[in-house]
């Protein structure tokens, strides 16, 4: 009886040791493979004079990011707002656009296409004539 358990045991030990050495099966993490394929912006904003900085993560959050930049000029608010990696860059030259509309979604269209664009983005509503004055410079 004695030498049928020390056989068992050696062979449930010996056992263990090769599952042990045995090559696991790198699984992915499916967590890390949504995060790694959304775009992270950090954006550098003033809203009334006061400067803060936002990382934003994905389209769904950009997306809210700027509604928020024009829902703020239209309670207005003047906002400016730039890619965080943008500032502090010497500029040599500028480049000035202006585009006024009355129409919030060609306001935020155009916004998202500067600022996309590398430039620094301000906005105004006009409350009185319904106008929205986007000022880009680069």
Known sequence: MK??????????LMGIVAAGCQKEEQMLDPVSLLTDSVEVRTMSCSIGGASEQIVLRGDAEWSN?????????????VVTFASADRTGKPMSTKDVQTYVTTD???????????ALGGYQVTVTYNDKDRTYTCVAVN
């Open 104 to 114: 919030r979604d060609a306001a935020y269209g155009w916004a998202e296409k500067m």
């Open 3 to 12: 030498k049928v358990l020390k056989t068992v045991a050696l062979c449930a």
């Open 65 to 77: 990011f700027l509604n928020r930049m024009l829902a703020l000029a239209e309670e207005g608010y």
